[in-house]
């Protein structure tokens, strides 16, 4: 069974989704104090791209923040905030938002920009540079600036929005379809998994068999080991996993019976942006159930969609 999905049909998803939290009036220059004016643009794009070089796990992170940000009342920024007018718990504190970084690039860059660009606006173009240089520049969209920061942010409001990744598929495409998002879009954007990082704590589900989804057993093996050696390497109780298996060392990758058919698994390609998450998740090997729901909704529809080429 090949499947694909083309980088093309994310790019087009990706833009359908994020035109549909367009704003207007695109300042093309901002000063950022001391006299001097910053293309923005150019700017943010620099600043991602060496972030990026710096420490490659932050462009997975950039591409994440647009999701959370954008869920939650819009494209407002309000995830970056740490305190709520009201003095109450902010996004940041949600638990669904576990893991979220990124934010003192935005804070560097807002930095360099000053008051004429919007934080909102830093998020939606940093997350568009982070997800043309993953994907090798396979995945490129344009976007429009001029949005507004929020002020409001709560951790009950995220939770409230957020998808778990306990969600069922009628529970995913319902979430999905609370923001004007499609079936295909949620297949399409959840391919953003095929990069970055879960903790334990994100997928201990699927190593439970009380609780499992169907998950290939061998994956589900070798995944539970790496995670208690995990415990030790990281020092904590709730570490962190690659969510591709694309991005496991061989040995694993052989121990849970991967079929590397038509999947880049040299170096150079591990945190890529492309269609490998397909591929993992045709083999029951991906962390989250809802993951593996797209697949095996009760319709089989949205299994189809990983089908377009
Ligand atoms: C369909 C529903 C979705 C669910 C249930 C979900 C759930 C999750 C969870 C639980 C994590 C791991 C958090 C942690 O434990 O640290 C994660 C990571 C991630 N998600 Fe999703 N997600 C969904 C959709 C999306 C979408 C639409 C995008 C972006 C287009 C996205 C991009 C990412 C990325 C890039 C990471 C890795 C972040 C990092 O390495 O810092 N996800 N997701
Ligand atoms: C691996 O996948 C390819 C294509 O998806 C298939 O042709 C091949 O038979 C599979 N190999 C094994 C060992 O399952
Ligand atoms: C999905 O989860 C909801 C909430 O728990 C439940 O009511 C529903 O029956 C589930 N749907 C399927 C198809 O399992
Ligand atoms: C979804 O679309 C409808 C109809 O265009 C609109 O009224 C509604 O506000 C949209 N929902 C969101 C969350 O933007
Ligand atoms: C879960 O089930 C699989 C397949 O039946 C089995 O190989 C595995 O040992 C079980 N795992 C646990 C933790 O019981
Ligand atoms: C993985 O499997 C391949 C093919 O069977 C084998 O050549 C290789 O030595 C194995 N490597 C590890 C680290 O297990
Ligand atoms: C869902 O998974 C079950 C068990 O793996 C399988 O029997 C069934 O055909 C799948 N359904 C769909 C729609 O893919």
């Known amino acids: 069974m090949v499947i694909k999905l083309s980088a093309g049909a994310i790019a087009v998803s990706v833009c359908l989704s994020l035109a549909f939290f367009a704003g207007h009036g695109q300042p093309v220059l901002a000063d950022g104090g001391g006299g001097k004016k910053h293309d923005v643009a150019d700017t943010v794009k620099k600043e991602v791209a060496m972030s990026i070089k710096k420490n490659p796990r932050i462009g997975a992170a950039l591409v994440r923040l647009l999701f959370h940000d954008c869920w ?22 949600a638990t669904n938002n576990i893991g979220l970084e990124g934010f003192d690039l935005i804070d560097r860059i807002k930095g ?13 173009l940093a997350a568009r540079d982070a997800t043309f240089i993953l994907s090798r520049g396979n995945i490129a969209y344009d976007v429009t600036t001029g949005r507004k920061d929020g002020v409001r942010s709560s951790a ?14 009628t529970q995913l ?9 499609t079936q295909t879009e949620l297949v399409v954007l959840s391919g953003a998994h095929a990069v970055g990082v879960a903790h334990l704590s994100s997928f201990r589900d699927r190593l439970d068999n ?14 539970a080991e790496h995670v208690e050696e995990q415990k030790g390497v990281q020092g904590t109780p709730d570490p962190t996993e690659p969510n591709n298996i694309r991005d496991m060392e061989l040995a694993f990758r052989n121990a849970s019976g ?52």
């Open 112 to 124: 360099k920009l000053g008051e004429s660009v919007s934080c909102a606006d830093i998020v939606v």
């Open 156 to 169: 009950a409001a995220a939770d409230a929005v957020l998808p778990p990744s306990t969600f069922n598929f």
């Open 210 to 223: 009380a609780t499992a989804t169907p998950i290939s057993a061998r994956y589900q093996r070798a995944l």
């Open 72 to 93: 939650v009342h819009g494209c407002d920024g309000s995830v970056l905030l740490d305190k709520a007018p009201d003095g109450g718990s902010t996004e940041k504190d």
């Open 258 to 309: 991967h079929n590397a058919s038509g999947v880049d698994t040299s170096r150079a390609a591990r945190g890529v942006l492309d269609n490998s998450y397909y591929h993992a998740n045709l083999q029951n090997k991906v962390l989250f159930r809802s993951d593996w729901e797209l697949r095996n909704d009760t319709t089989g529809a949205a299994g189809r969609d990983m089908r377009v080429c």
């Open 173 to 181: 495409k319902a979430n999905f379809a609370g923001r004007n998002f």
